[in-house]
């Protein structure tokens, strides 16, 4: 069982950047990739970026590259996602969520195990 805590959140004007953390308790966080997802109002949540368990492979939607990135710290059992360029069409709540890869692959497009319960971002034009 993992848990799954997001901070970082918050509301920043267009051009600026933002550092979400995605704290995990709980056992194992070295068997699972991991991957940060967005819900913007009224669309569906989609990915937005994933990180394998060895911290080696990373993985981008192609509106995100370039501009933000995800790693992660085995010592602290955190995920980050650092944000630059920040876009209002950035603004949405963000997630963290699990991916149990002992056994297999990671598929950042796969079933996630665990989530988080999301920070807001919100950037202003």
């Known amino acids: 069982q993992v848990q799954l805590h997001e901070s970082g959140g918050g509301l920043v004007q267009a051009g600026g950047s933002l550092r979400l953390s995605c704290a995990a308790s709980g056992r194992g966080f070295s068997w699972y990739a991991m991957g940060w997802f967005r819900q913007a109002p009224g669309k569906e949540r989609d990915f937005v970026a994933g990180?394998?368990?060895?911290?080696?492979?990373?993985r981008y939607v192609d509106s995100v590259k370039g501009r933000f990135t995800i790693s992660r710290d085995g010592a602290k059992n955190t995920v980050y996602l650092q944000m630059n360029s920040l876009k209002p069409e950035d603004t949405a709540v963000y997630y963290c969520?699990?991916?149990?890869?002992?056994?297999?692959?990671?598929?950042?497009?796969?079933?996630?195990?665990?989530w988080g319960q999301g920070t807001q971002v919100t950037v202003s034009s």
């Open positions: 969520a699990a991916q149990h890869t002992v056994f297999r692959a990671y598929d950042p497009a796969g079933k996630y195990d665990y």
């Open positions: 990180i394998d368990r060895s911290g080696v492979v990373t």
